[in-house]
């Protein structure tokens, strides 16, 4: 465990000492990982497809705010839709509006949390996100992240219509309101989501010993259980395998996200109790685990004896004891 300790203790120096190139960095990956997770399930356009063009995008998302970074998401995604028809690229872009204009732009630190449903399912760990958020944020995450499950859901009714394309654009459109609204998973992953947060979230809070570290596992256990039971009930053929996996990957990741974040030294809890004129105060203080990292200082010694320390030493002197030129030093 003291090495742990002292490897999270040197990232995070590492971190603090390069914040402002690595937060550069990470942004930069987590851009190129959306466009490309964007092309994955709607790269229809081959000109966007390209390489360079997502390269670029991502580029310049280093320099704009999240909301920027949201809306080249959006406006990337209706580009591709309207390369293979015109109303469903009319319809996604009404609803990446809508989006906007009533939420994000009201609470824009909710971005993010839209941005990586597609990303974590680009990566195969979307149980990851309501365990990350239960960790680090509060319940109302639940309204972005319902809305990222939405938006993502309806990506991919879309891509199921186009696949399925007839020449009747009206058709097509009810096809993917009709698959989307009615799309009995969406709502199970939405409460199922919800219920994992909220569980993680009150773990994480409690007093109980070790909460910090019970919250994520048992999360993960819930997630399990619950879509095993909602499996049965609905019969909506989860692949348990691939559930499996993907929630142990999904805890791990959230797990080592949390071990950077916080470690609490419950073996050092203290209880205290004061009052004052109105209340009569009981405080539990759980120390946050720290260690000092070592540092190493390489010093040189050298048994060679100068000639002055020879004569004080009353030594015999030989000449080939000391260098008689600049090369044999």
Same mark, same amino acid.
């Given at each position: 465990?003291?090495?742990?300790?002292?490897?999270?203790?040197?990232?995070?120096?590492?971190?603090?000492?390069?914040?402002?190139?690595?937060?550069?960095?990470?942004?930069?990956?987590?851009?190129?990982?959306?466009?490309?997770?964007?092309?994955?399930?709607?790269?229809?356009?081959?000109?966007?497809?390209?390489?360079?063009?997502?390269?670029?995008?991502?580029?310049?998302?280093?320099?704009?705010?999240?909301?920027?970074?949201?809306?080249?998401?959006?406006?990337?995604?209706?580009?591709?839709?309207?390369?293979?028809?015109?109303?469903?690229?009319?319809?996604?872009?009404?609803? +990446?509006?809508?989006?906007?204009?009533?939420?994000?732009? +009201?609470?824009?630190?909710?971005?993010?949390?839209?941005?990586?449903?597609?990303?974590?399912?680009?990566?195969?760990?979307?149980?990851?996100?309501?365990?990350?958020?239960?960790?680090?944020?509060?319940?109302?995450?639940?309204?972005?992240?319902?809305?990222?499950?939405?938006?993502?859901?309806?990506?991919?009714?879309?891509?199921?219509?186009?696949?399925?394309?007839?020449?009747?654009?009206?058709?097509?459109?009810?096809?993917?309101?009709?698959?989307?609204?009615?799309?009995?998973?969406?709502?199970?992953?939405?409460?199922?989501?919800?219920?994992?947060?909220?569980?993680?979230?009150?773990?994480?809070?409690?007093?109980?010993?070790?909460?910090?570290?019970?919250?994520?596992?048992?999360?993960?256990?819930?997630?399990?259980?619950?879509?095993?039971?909602?499996?049965?009930?609905?019969?909506?053929?989860?692949?348990?395998?691939?559930?499996?996996?993907?929630?142990?990957?999904?805890?791990?990741?959230?797990?080592?996200?949390?071990?950077?974040?916080?470690?609490?030294?419950?073996?050092?809890?203290?209880?205290?109790?004061?009052?004052?004129?109105?209340?009569?105060?009981?405080?539990?203080?759980?120390?946050?685990?720290?260690?000092?990292?070592?540092?190493?200082?390489?010093?040189?010694?050298?048994?060679?004896?100068?000639?002055?320390?020879?004569?004080?030493?009353?030594?015999?002197?030989?000449?080939?004891?000391?260098?008689?030129?600049?090369?044999?030093?």
């Amino acid at each position: 465990m003291t090495q742990l300790l002292v490897f999270r203790e040197r990232m995070i120096q590492f971190y603090q000492r390069h914040a402002r190139l690595l937060k550069l960095v990470f942004r930069f990956l987590i851009s190129l990982l959306l466009f490309f997770a964007i092309n994955r399930e709607v790269g229809y356009d081959p000109a966007l497809r390209s390489w360079y063009i997502v390269v670029g995008i991502s580029i310049v998302g280093l320099v704009l705010p999240q909301q920027v970074l949201l809306f080249l998401a959006a406006l990337y995604t209706t580009a591709h839709i309207y390369y293979v028809s015109g109303m469903l690229a009319l319809t996604a872009g009404l609803i +990446f509006a809508l989006l906007y204009f009533v939420y994000i732009r +009201f609470v824009p630190e909710h971005g993010y949390v839209i941005l990586a449903v597609p990303l974590l399912f680009a990566i195969r760990i979307p149980y990851a996100l309501p365990l990350l958020l239960g960790m680090v944020s509060a319940p109302v995450s639940l309204i972005p992240m319902s809305c990222g499950l939405a938006v993502y859901k309806l990506i991919q009714a879309m891509t199921v219509a186009i696949g399925t394309a007839t020449d009747d654009t009206v058709l097509m459109y009810n096809q993917v309101i009709q698959q989307t609204f009615s799309d009995r998973e969406l709502y199970f992953m939405i409460g199922i989501f919800g219920i994992v947060m909220v569980l993680v979230y009150c773990i994480r809070n409690s007093s109980v010993a070790y909460a910090f570290h019970m919250a994520v596992p048992i999360g993960a256990i819930a997630n399990i259980v619950l879509f095993l039971i909602t499996n049965f009930i609905s019969d909506s053929r989860i692949n348990v395998w691939q559930l499996l996996v993907q929630t142990i990957l999904s805890a791990g990741a959230a797990y080592c996200i949390q071990f950077f974040l916080v470690v609490l030294n419950y073996s050092g809890t203290e209880y205290l109790q004061f009052e004052d004129e109105e209340y009569y105060y009981y405080v539990k203080a759980v120390p946050k685990m720290s260690i000092t990292t070592p540092n190493k200082h390489v010093k040189r010694f050298t048994t060679r004896l100068t000639e002055e320390e020879v004569m004080e030493e009353g030594l015999p002197i030989e000449e080939e004891d000391f260098p008689q030129s600049e090369e044999d030093i």
